[in-house]
């Protein structure tokens, strides 16, 4: 079972910065078909990190993980992954 993040609170907003998630996630945002909306926050002068409001995050990852019928997993990003290597170096 992935794990759900925690989230951060600044201000009163709850959020994701997308390079606290683990790289399996990241990866899979990327390659949705319907990505949460990205946000930048600035935190005390740092940043801005790119992030998605945790409510966000919470749909996006219910549906990523919650649906066992989801064909988007780590070991189809693994396969995916490596058909477009196969693919990219035979055009090039």
């Known amino acids: 079972m992935k794990m759900k993040a925690k989230p951060s609170q600044y201000r009163g907003i709850e959020f994701i910065a997308i390079e606290?998630?683990?790289?399996?996630?990241?990866?899979?945002?990327?390659?949705?078909?319907n990505p949460p909306e990205l946000i930048k926050i600035l935190i005390h002068g740092k940043g801005p990190q790119q992030c998605i409001l945790y409510s966000a995050y919470s749909e996006w990852f219910k549906a990523t993980y919650g649906n066992p019928k989801s064909k988007l997993t780590s070991s189809s990003?693994?396969?995916?992954?490596?058909?477009?290597?196969?693919?990219?170096k035979k055009n090039n």
Request: glycine share 0%.
């Open 20 to 33: 606290d998630l683990p790289l399996d996630q990241q990866n899979l945002l990327k390659l949705s078909f």
């Open 77 to 88: 990003l693994n396969k995916k992954e490596k058909e477009f290597s196969v693919v990219h």
